[in-house]
Structures are given as structure tokens and as C-alpha cells.
């Protein structure tokens, strides 16, 4: 095996084994996910059925470098993290085989990051920037894990509740929906801003303001 050596390749972690090792699994669908307004995160879904993010895409969603997010393959969690974590849990990756006909990576094999991890990487950095935690170069990643966890779970009751009530659902209006909503209320929760009866119009100007701050 050996790891290419583009400039591709330093934006993702992509290695060319040829053809595919007999034990490893194929990411036979992609796309990308708009989770958050303007972030765009590399998905895909493997032959068994697991969803999962490329490293390129998760780090995109976490607002992290994504040499910080491979380092931590080997890793985790930090030490500033422990407290939170999920002893059970360990950061395992996959490495799968791109079949998708979409993807720019097809025929190569990318690092994948099952539903589960994700989560477990969310829910750990939320945890740890709500008890004052994270060192400094790490609250910028506690402030979007703390957003995603309020989206991602309003989001999917939306979902359920619409869907159950026969109406149809649009996720990436309902995302956004809740994604003004929740920015504010990190800020207010942090107590470094004030909101004072703004306009959803204006909402949506400040929040896409001082989210590129944050960021």
C-alpha cells in the first residue's frame, strides 16, 4: 500500500491500493450533507448499510483541522476530554473502498467515520465546552459541537413528527430552521453576546456573521 502524494491527497486521506483488499468494505453511495449553512461534509454509504463521513468531511462539520481530527485516531481522547468520554467506545476508523460513481475518490480507499463516532465526538466536545473544559484552541470545536447537538436532535423529532402526521418533510429547511435558533442561544448560554428582538432577517445576516468569527 502506498499513500499518494498529491495535493488531493493532503485534503483527504486517501490511499491507492489498486483494487480492493477482500476484507475491506465498499462505500457503494455518495453525497454531501449540508448540515450546517455552508458547510458541506463528504458522506457516504457503505455496502452494509453503515452511514458514515470521509476524515475531510467530518472535519469540515466539526470546524477542525484535519490533521488534528487524524491524529486522534491514535489519540483519544485528549486528556482535557477524558472525563466525558465513553469508556467503551474507542476511535476506530474504516478504511473502505469507494465504488460510489458520484465521488471524486472513486476506486480509491478513504478513512470513514461511522454515525456512532461521530457522535461520540459531538456529544464528548459539547459536554466539555459546557463545563468549561476545553483549552483555547479547542472551544471554537466545543461551540460547533455544542450547535450540532441542538440541530441534529430537533431536527430528527421535526422529522418524525411531520412524517408521522403524513405531511412531507424538506431536511434542509428544517436544518436551517433550527440552526439560527440554536446559534443564538450558544451565544446567550455563553453569555458573549446579547439578543435583543431581532428580525429573522437580521438573524440570518448577524448569525452567518459571527459564525465566520467563530470559525
Not at 491500493?17 to 453511495?29: M, V, Y
Not at 461520540?120 to 459536554?127: F, G, T
Not at 440552526?179 to 440570518?204: C, D, M, N, P, T
Amino acid at each position: 500500500m502506498r499513500q499518494k502524494c498529491s495535493s488531493e491527497a493532503q485534503n483527504q486521506a486517501i490511499f491507492d491500493f489498486g483494487e480492493p483488499e477482500i476484507s475491506q468494505i465498499r462505500a457503494i453511495h455518495y453525497g454531501e450533507a449540508e448540515i450546517m449553512p455552508d458547510v458541506r461534509c463528504e458522506c457516504y454509504v457503505l455496502e452494509d448499510g453503515q452511514s458514515v463521513m470521509s476524515e475531510r468531511g467530518l472535519s469540515s462539520l466539526l470546524g477542525m483541522n484535519q490533521m488534528a481530527l487524524n491524529r486522534m485516531k491514535t489519540d483519544w481522547p485528549p486528556k482535557t476530554l477524558e472525563s466525558f468520554c465513553d469508556k467503551a467506545k474507542s476511535m476506530s476508523v474504516t478504511f473502505a473502498f469507494v465504488t460510489a460513481e458520484k465521488s471524486p475518490y472513486k476506486n480509491q480507499s478513504i478513512v470513514v467515520y461511522d454515525a456512532s463516532i461521530i457522535e461520540e465526538i459531538i456529544r464528548v466536545y459539547a459536554l466539555a465546552y459546557s463545563s468549561g473544559a476545553l483549552r483555547e484552541n479547542q472551544i471554537h470545536i466545543g461551540k460547533r459541537a455544542s450547535m450540532l447537538v441542538q440541530i441534529l436532535v430537533r431536527t430528527a423529532l421535526h422529522i418524525h413528527i411531520e412524517h408521522a402526521c403524513g405531511l412531507k418533510v424538506s431536511i434542509q429547511k428544517t436544518v436551517q430552521r433550527y440552526y439560527f435558533s440554536s446559534f443564538y442561544y450558544l451565544f446567550l448560554l455563553s453569555g458573549q453576546i446579547l439578543v435583543q428582538e431581532h428580525s429573522l432577517a437580521k438573524a440570518r445576516v448577524d448569525a452567518r456573521e459571527l459564525l465566520q468569527r467563530m470559525v
